[in-house]
């Protein structure tokens, strides 16, 4: 199930909000410390408009102030009521004691991180015999998020209802995960989060689906550093609902890819981006013939806790180029030699295009270029006149730095540019050559030819790239 939480400031607001949950969530959290001069009267108005079953919460103010609104609450008819660890034994007895139709969740909260000793909390609020038991702690590491998804797994073999999850932006993997690993719900929010790394209700309903994964269920997602401007989850998560797949993609923000060890036993594949498109084929147990030719991995399949690398990016990119121009005998420039890059200049190569590559960093440039043996240029050493064909396969030009652009504009003159960027959809350097009259191609198509390719490695099945297209540039319009 979906909770909607809401921290509202006055009655009046919490009100309203509460009128405005309709299909995307089946509970309601009322945060009531939030509401100012909060009285036990203004409960009876609360629970008397609710339209959907309430979790009354109250901690962070004066104690005996928050346990009088939820005696009230209680009073009142609410479904549930959330009394937090540091209430104390007595008082907690006492509330599950006096109960009557209302269930009383006993909910343990750690705002720094997950402690070692969190399965003791867990065995001493199970003691307390609560309806339902809740623990929510902040993940400083990916490491975190599976021992809640762990203690889950004990409380279903336990035969306990609970809620677990990690706040915070390193615990949102635990937060759309815990619904199938036996979590009684999971929290969102309408408006504004109420916690730190909250997803908005409609996401979790819509993008994610948690409230129809079913335990087993397959994970995805994508590994990189940093992944906040990737709509990969948007595109990947329709395509299960498309074929009504038990699978939900996730994007996770690695340290380093020594965490791949924690995503081996739990994902069923993953998607990769920077910066861990080459060095993660030391990672894996068996990489194709072409993804090795490249030095590159942007998709794998894990198999049994085996990983198996391929390549998706150079078919992408050679699939989008020629729809506006055929490659063999032109003369190409290619800024960059990270991984996207390198698919790219293979297929560049593959197709008998006249490669030039430009890179800041010589020497990556340098070794790419050998490897296909082809030309390493400075920009200053670029005859444009003679270009038929430019790409950017760097990050120069993705939000957050959209007023960048890896050339100036006066470069841009009779030729095709391609910029493998999509998020901005039209890059400084696209709109520059659109100003100077080029044909452009932008990354949109790129990414969903390669993520199209990703979704049939892993389930066997053909998506609708048009509805694709339709769900990354709707977000990236909108957002």
């Known amino acids: 199930m979906i909770c909607c939480s809401i921290a509202a400031r006055t009655k009046e607001h919490l009100l309203d909000e509460m009128s405005h949950i309709k299909f995307n969530a089946s509970l309601v959290e009322v945060r009531m410390d939030s509401l100012m001069d909060a009285k036990p009267e203004d409960i009876k108005e609360i629970i008397a408009k609710k339209r959907k079953p309430v979790i009354l919460a109250c901690k962070g103010v004066e104690k005996k102030i928050c346990l009088g609104l939820l005696k009230k609450g209680m009073e009142e008819g609410a479904e549930y009521i959330d009394l937090d660890l540091d209430y104390g034994e007595k008082t907690i007895k006492e509330f599950i004691k006096t109960k ?9 909260h750690n705002n720094e991180n997950v402690p070692e000793n969190i399965q003791e909390i867990y065995e001493k609020i199970k003691k307390l015999k609560p309806d339902i038991i809740k623990i929510a702690c902040t993940a400083v590491s990916l490491s975190d998020n599976i021992i809640i998804l762990d203690l889950l797994k004990k409380s279903k073999a336990d035969n306990i209802d609970m809620i677990a999850h990690c706040m915070g932006p390193k615990g949102q993997l635990s937060r759309i995960l815990n619904v199938p690993f036996g979590s ?6 309408l408006n504004q989060p109420t916690a730190p790394g909250q997803i908005s209700c409609d996401y979790l309903k819509k993008v994610y689906r948690v409230d129809r994964l079913k335990p087993g269920v397959n994970i995805y997602g994508l ?24 699978a939900v993609y996730i994007n996770v923000e690695l340290k380093d890819l020594k965490e791949l060890d924690l995503l081996k036993h739990l994902f069923s594949g993953l998607s990769v981006t920077m910066p861990f498109k080459e060095s993660i084929l030391t990672y894996l147990d068996h990489v194709d013939d072409r993804a090795a030719k490249i030095g590159a991995v942007n998709t794998v399949v894990i198999k049994q806790g085996k990983l198996f ?24 420039v290619l800024i960059g030699a990270g991984g996207a890059a390198k698919a790219i200049a293979f297929g560049i190569w593959k197709k008998r295009g006249r490669l030039t590559i430009i890179n800041r960093t010589e020497a990556n440039g340098k070794k790419l270029a ?16 003679k270009v038929d064909l430019l790409i950017n396969a760097t ?17 841009l003159r009779n030729m095709v540019v391609f910029d493998t960027i999509y998020n901005p959809l039209i890059t400084k350097l696209l709109n520059d050559a659109e100003r100077n009259r080029c044909p452009i191609v932008t990354g949109i198509k790129m990414f969903i030819n390669q993520a199209a390719q990703q979704f049939e490695f892993w389930t066997r099945k053909k998506p609708d790239k048009e509805l694709m297209e339709e769900s990354v540039l709707q977000y990236v319009v909108d957002h």
């Open 100 to 108: 009557k139709d209302t269930k009383i969740i006993v909910s343990y």
């Open 184 to 189: 009684f719900l999971t929290y969102g929010y």
């Open 223 to 246: 590994i990189g550093n940093p992944i906040s401007a990737s709509r990969s989850y948007i595109v990947h998560n329709l395509a299960f609902k498309e074929h009504e797949l038990n």
């Open 309 to 332: 690398g391929y390549n998706t990016d150079w078919t992408a990119a050679l699939d989008t180029i020629q729809e506006k121009i055929q490659i063999q005998d032109k003369n190409v």
């Open 370 to 385: 050998s490897s296909l043996h082809v030309s390493l240029k400075k920009i200053n050493e670029i005859d444009w006149e």
């Open 395 to 411: 990050p120069i030009g993705m939000a957050p730095r959209v007023h960048d652009s890896p050339v100036p504009r006066n470069v």
